[in-house]
């Protein structure tokens, strides 16, 4: 289904049967993502009375307990409600369907490379993620696309899917870079480090405060507080997907919890220009580099064609 749309200076038109999945799959008992050192994700079969629900034992379906910890196991979608008393429910939230977004990539920088500063203060060996990085990257952008923003980090590499933070410190941002993104018509920010702030802060949480509008220190909402921000950690964007504009979409199970894991779309855009629109295009004009049409193998009609 293609479906189109107009921003206040141009009309555009979005593929949704191809979108691009930015997430890291929570492959449970695999290969995953850990902050902080919390315990994996793990699924096991139910077993109740005489019933066993694994079906290569011998059970009628599969019926599997899931636990994880969504802040620590992967692609995550967190409100206000992670640092404040009040319970905030990332579901109630995260309303909008469709986000006008800009994907931009930036290289953290030492702690000695930059004098933008965190609370606690820096130590040697932190990496961060500076305001001058953030404004040279959005410098073009347009603020027709800044509801969404989706910050990958450099270097790239597919380990970010199955990294072990707690003995790889991830960069993080400056109090000046929040300070900067805070300021933008921002609702929704996507990073792919495992958190805004530095692993070890002493609890501080200052750069998620910053984006939220709450004070140093305290578990409460003000007026002027913005619950209605949405963060995203832990997503994986591959090298192949270009920087710029694109339509977002975040997936969320029903929650009530101040965060769930997370399935994000990436929509790639394509003008339109009057009678341009429904000319005969595919999918794959929309320049998404991993669109593969049928290969998942999940569908009937893959399953047929592929050899035994
Ligand atoms: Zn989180």
Redesign the pocket.
């Known amino acids: 289904m293609k479906l189109q749309f107009s921003s206040a200076s141009a009309r555009y038109e979005i593929d949704a049967a191809h979108p691009i999945d930015i997430s890291i799959p929570l492959n449970f008992n695999g290969e995953q993502p850990n902050h902080f050192g919390a315990e994996p994700a793990v699924a096991q079969a139910l077993e109740m009375g005489g019933f066993i629900g694994d079906t290569r034992r011998g059970g009628s379906c599969n019926v599997e307990i899931y636990r994880f910890i969504?802040?620590c196991n992967g692609t995550?979608t967190?409100c206000a409600g992670?640092i404040t008393g009040e319970r905030i429910s990332v579901g109630e939230v995260l309303r909008d369907c469709f986000i006008p977004a800009t994907l931009m990539t930036v290289r953290p920088l030492e702690a000695a490379q930059t004098s933008d500063t965190y609370q606690p203060a820096k130590q040697a060996g932190d990496k961060l993620i500076t305001r001058d990085t953030l404004e040279t990257a959005l410098q073009n952008s347009s603020s027709e696309f800044l509801e969404g923003l989706i910050i990958r980090t450099l270097p790239n590499d597919a380990s970010k899917k199955s990294r072990r933070y707690a003995e790889t410190p991830p960069p993080f941002f400056s109090l000046e870079a929040m300070r900067f993104l805070a300021g933008l018509p921002l609702k929704h920010l996507l990073v792919d480090v495992?958190?805004l702030d530095r692993m070890f802060d002493e609890g501080q949480m200052n750069v998620h405060r910053i984006f939220w509008n709450i004070p140093p220190g305290s578990r409460a909402l003000t007026v002027e507080s913005r619950p209605d921000r949405t963060?995203t950690?832990m997503i994986y964007v591959p090298d192949a997907i270009t920087d710029g504009q694109y339509v977002a979409s975040i997936h969320i199970p029903p929650f009530i919890a101040d965060?769930a894991p997370s399935k994000i779309s990436l929509f790639p855009l394509r003008s339109c220009f009057k009678s341009h629109c429904h000319s005969g295009w595919s999918g794959a004009e929309y320049r998404n580099p991993l669109f593969k049409p049928k290969d998942s193998g999940i569908f009937p009609e893959e399953r047929r064609k592929k050899p035994e």
């Open positions: 969504p802040h995550h967190e992670h495992p958190s963060v950690e965060a």
